[in-house]
Nanobody, 127 residues
Framework: QVHLVESGGGLVQAGDSLRLSCAASGVTFSDIAVAWFRQAPGKEREFVAR????????RYRDSKKGRFTISRDNAKNTVYLQMNSLAQEDTAVYYC????????????????????WGQGTQVTVSS
């Protein structure tokens, strides 16, 4: 069974940076693609970014390009989300999700396409 654990969330000020981590177990890590989603209070879960099994391909929600960077270290079974210039609207619970497709595809921004989810990590950005 694939097990995902997020970490790195916390309370920061606007303009700060954070790096989230998603550690995977129970799977050959290079077999899976991993994505980050987030959910703010009262809002639907939204796609943030996805990275292919090799790390060579990435996709971002348009508004996150430039401020957020997804990366992975297959030797450590970990995917990262570097978030810079954080703003209050980035406040949310951040989740990592995985599937065995491995590569990017047209509907990979849909949360329903993912088999495996972590428990989430809270990011709160104060003004």
């Amino acid at each position: 069974q694939v097990h995902l654990v997020e970490s790195g969330g916390g309370l920061v000020q606007a303009g700060d940076s954070l790096r989230l981590s998603c550690a995977a177990s129970g799977v050959t890590f290079s077999d899976i693609a991993v994505a980050w989603f987030r959910q703010a209070p009262g809002k639907e879960r939204e796609f943030v970014a996805r990275i292919s099994w090799s790390g060579d391909s990435t996709r971002y929600r348009d508004s996150k390009k430039g401020r957020f960077t997804i990366s992975r270290d297959n030797a450590k079974n970990t995917v990262y989300l570097q978030m810079n210039s954080l703003a209050q609207e980035d406040t949310a619970v951040y989740y990592c999700a995985a599937d065995r497709t491995g590569h990017l595809y047209d509907d990979d921004w849909l949360s329903g396409m993912y088999e495996y989810w972590g428990q989430g990590t809270q990011v709160t950005v104060s003004s």
